[in-house]
């Protein structure tokens, strides 16, 4: 029976790798394989040295992106969930009864969308439209509201750090 301790590799399959710079004797004696003279020919190179030129890790622009500070993000709110808010009894939608709910958080902006339908007359208070949202409540005989946003007109406050308006 074979146990697990009893395993070896063939025989001449694990072969022990050439010491060279060991003396004259057998292979890779006196340069070692390394030539003669020269920046190759002495101790190590660090990974990636270009002879001096800007290593291409430090000439490669590091493709993360933009972000834009002034980045004006919305909660999307589509007329389906509307239409599935006001069958619990509302007539009118707003910023605030949104945030009482829990569905957008305290400083979230609110963007009413057009996918699915509206049946019922609704007051929609929102920060944002789009066209066929706007076409779809007014056409079931509701109305819309836009909501200034908290930042006033123009562009809101930069996110970041301080350095991020100068």
């Known amino acids: ?11 001449g399959s694990n072969r022990s790798k050439r010491r060279v710079g060991r003396g004259i004797a057998g292979k890779g004696g006196k340069t070692a394989g390394r030539g003669t003279k020269g920046q190759g020919a002495r101790d190590t190179i660090p990974t990636g040295f270009e002879g001096g030129q800007l290593p291409l890790t430090q000439r490669v622009p590091k493709l993360r992106g ?21 069958d ?11 945030r009482e709910r829990g569905i957008i958080g305290k400083a979230e902006l609110v963007k009413i969308l057009g996918r699915g339908s509206v049946t019922k007359a609704l007051e929609v ?20 509201v836009v909501v200034p946003p ?16 100068r």
Not at 4 to 10: E, I, M, N
Not at 66 to 86: A, G, K, M, T
Not at 88 to 98: D, N, P, Q, Y
Not at 150 to 165: D, V
């Open 66 to 86: 933009f972000n834009n500070p002034f980045r004006v993000e919305y909660v999307p709110i589509n007329l389906d969930r509307l239409q599935s808010l006001s």
């Open 88 to 98: 619990e009894g509302v007539s009118a939608i707003t910023v605030e009864w949104l």
């Open 125 to 144: 208070h929102a920060h944002n439209f789009s066209e066929s949202a706007k076409r779809a409540i007014t056409a079931a005989g509701g109305s819309i």
């Open 1 to 11: 029976m074979i146990r697990l301790h009893d395993l070896t590799p063939p025989k």
């Open 150 to 165: 908290p930042f006033g007109n123009g562009r809101p406050p930069a996110r970041g750090n301080a350095l991020t308006n």
